[in-house]
Nanobody, 124 residues
């Protein structure tokens, strides 16, 4: 049973920073891990993902502001978010899957395992 638990969300002012963490338990073989967000009334979107080799993929609008990384044991996933903007306000989720293929890393429908999310609110 794979479980993911996000933490680190909160309220910050525009221009601020937050680091989200995702603790992963349970065995998963060939995998990718990613961060997603969903704002009220909008579809869930992929922000950043990392494949088994550690290579990252980013959504264009967050590249340069957000950085995805893993802990040494690869059971923790991080998302460092800098220069946050009000439009970054959303529920943030981490996810993982064992069927990852290139080209699908930022697509929510290709992920099987999800955390419950952590709220990020950015005020102007």
């Amino acid at each position: 049973q794979v479980q993911l638990v996000e933490s680190g969300g909160g309220s910050v002012q525009s221009g601020g920073s937050l680091t989200l963490s995702c603790a992963v338990s349970g065995y998963i073989s060939r995998y990718c891990m990613g961060w997603f967000r969903q704002a009220p009334g909008k579809e869930r979107e992929g922000l950043a993902a990392i494949d088994r080799s550690g290579s990252p993929t980013y959504l264009g609008s967050v590249k340069g502001r957000f950085t995805i990384s893993q802990g040494n044991a690869k059971n923790t996933l991080y998302l460092q978010m800098n220069n946050l903007k009000p439009e970054d306000t959303a529920m943030y989720y981490c996810a993982t899957d064992d069927r990852c293929t290139r080209g699908t890393y930022l697509l929510p429908r290709f992920y099987k395992y999800w955390g419950r999310g952590t709220q990020v609110t950015v005020s102007s």
